[in-house]
């Protein structure tokens, strides 16, 4: 089982930009990748998955806004977060997924949308 970790999570201004990284510990060309979010208070929700193949699906909320990728040969995915909106608010998590083995999720990073 890959080891998660996010980073690139911060503060900042509604319409503004961030791009969210997911650093594996091994190989994820395997893997369905995803990126969740658990606003307080709210359940957690899945925002944006690709396939081990490169096929992608996002949250209604966040189409057209969120853009995942992957490098499999820097073992990283990506989430391009633009034009966020206060309720982006909420700490992010990636998450892998393999039928062989149980999923593999991150500490989680924060992203706090605000002026």
């Known amino acids: 089982q890959v080891q998660l970790v996010e980073s690139g999570g911060g503060l900042v201004q509604p319409g503004g930009s961030l791009r969210l990284s997911c650093a594996a510990s091994g190989s994820i060309s395997i893997y369905a990748m995803g990126w969740y979010r658990q606003a307080p208070g709210k359940q957690l929700e899945l925002v944006a998955a690709?396939?081990?193949?490169?096929?992608?699906a996002y949250a209604d909320s966040v189409k057209g806004r969120f853009t995942i990728s992957r490098d499999n040969a820097k073992n990283t995915v990506y989430l391009q977060m633009n034009s966020l909106q206060p309720e982006d608010t909420a700490v992010y998590y990636c998450n892998a997924e393999h039928y062989s083995s149980s999923p593999a999720w991150g500490q989680g990073t924060q992203v706090t949308v605000s002026s």
């Open positions: 690709i396939t081990s193949g490169g096929r992608t």
